[in-house]
């Protein structure tokens, strides 16, 4: 998983966090950049006019 800021292949972290507030529960990973810092959704969903 390369970050999309700085290219690194590096993760720090891993998040799984399920939507809530639309209630569909889906869970999307999330991982943090270990060279930047960034956080950012590890599958973009393919129908984010939904969100
Ligand atoms: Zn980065």
Same mark, same amino acid.
């Given at each position: 998983?390369?970050?999309?800021?700085?290219? @690194?292949?590096?993760?720090? *972290?891993?998040?799984? @966090?399920?939507?809530?507030?639309?209630?569909?529960? *889906? @869970?999307?990973?999330?991982?943090?950049?270990?060279?930047?810092?960034?956080?950012?959704? @590890?599958?973009?969903? *393919?129908?984010?006019?939904?969100?």
């Amino acid at each position: 998983m390369a970050c999309r800021i700085c290219g @690194a292949d590096e993760v720090s *972290e891993r998040i799984t @966090a399920r939507e809530m507030m639309f209630g569909t529960r *889906e @869970a999307f990973e999330y991982f943090r950049c270990g060279s930047c810092g960034t956080l950012q959704i @590890a599958d973009i969903p *393919e129908d984010l006019g939904r969100f």
